[in-house]
């Protein structure tokens, strides 16, 4: 009897006795087409790839030198002009070279390795972005980490349980932007929060890599709404050394030790769900057209 007494159908109603069904939520995170957003995008993109971006401007400088130095008996002894030396270096990665035959021993070998070391980069290059394309339809880490590392002014919300993912929506709803992290890969709630639009990391939230992936130095706040009231603490002691200047808001399950962590000013605000939710179930039962409407 237990096990139905729950079904993904019903109703979920929130402390403000606000009532959501499954087919209605939750809201679709804002589009973000900013200049800055833009930037900070195509930022992340270069830094993603940026050995193999480094590597193939060594390699068209080194081969670009060494042809603008050599006099090419095609130019009538003289070396070739700048763009010229550089353009053949590049062609030379896609074993197009413009200026044959080489002319010294160093040049015939740079042009026979160079075919085989643009194949290995730009190769690379392609796979590791159609595989990026991939992960933003599937949703997955890389995709996230990418689009996490655009936000500004943001929210991070740590747990995407119950309680965690009715507070997305309430955020939502008021046109924040989000970047939740959940450590459970096979969370009930995981699959609606992706679609949302918002960037969804599947990692645990006390490693700090995992709150600097999720934006925590440029976050305006921090809610930590998972049930392990010593993951919260230390997740929330984490983000203020990280960022002395986050909100950080809370859930624990004691009351009193929520009031003492905020006297102590360890933290802005803490709330026990049980605390929150007690007045409003017994308004329930006092009053059924609270979650009949």
């Known amino acids: 009897m237990v096990a139905v007494a729950y079904r993904l159908t019903d109703r979920i109603c929130d402390i403000h006795r606000n009532v959501y069904d499954r087919q209605t939520m939750p809201p679709r995170a804002r589009r973000r087409r900013s200049a800055r957003t833009i930037l900070l995008f195509t930022g992340r993109l270069l830094r993603e790839f940026r050995w193999t971006l480094t590597l193939l401007m060594m390699a068209v400088v080194l081969l ?12 009538n002894g003289h070396p070739p002009d700048p763009f010229t030396a550089f353009f ?22 740079l042009c026979g390795l160079y075919p085989l070391l643009g194949f290995g ?8 972005i159609g595989m990026l394309i991939l992960s933003k339809e599937r949703g997955e880490k890389e995709w996230m980490t990418v689009m996490a590392s655009t ?3 943001h929210i991070i919300l740590c747990g995407l ?10 955020l939502l709803d008021a046109n924040v932007d989000v970047v939740a992290l959940e450590k459970n890969a096979t969370g009930r709630f995981l699959v609606d929060a992706k679609a949302t639009g918002i960037p969804v990391l599947v990692r645990d939230m006390k490693e700090d890599q995992a709150l600097v992936d999720a934006g925590v130095e440029h976050a305006r706040a921090i809610i930590i709404a998972t049930n392990d009231d010593m993951a919260n603490l230390e997740v929330a002691l984490d983000s203020r050394r990280m960022n002395p200047k986050i909100r950080v808001i809370m859930r624990l399950f004691d009351q009193r030790m929520a009031d003492k962590f905020k006297e102590a000013a360890l933290i802005d605000e803490a709330f026990s769900a049980a605390a929150l939710a007690a007045p409003i179930v017994a308004e329930m039962a006092l009053k059924p057209a609270a979650i009949s409407r």
């Open 88 to 109: 053949g270096a590049w062609m030379a990665l896609f074993a197009q070279p413009i200026l044959m035959p080489p002319e010294r021993w160093y040049l015939a070998v």
């Open 121 to 128: 980069l730009v190769g690379e290059g392609v796979v590791r």
């Open 161 to 170: 349980g119950h309680l965690g993912f009715r507070i997305l929506t309430q």
């Open 151 to 153: 936000y500004r002014d």
């Open 64 to 75: 670009g030198t060494l042809y603008a130095i050599t006099p090419h008996a095609s130019l």
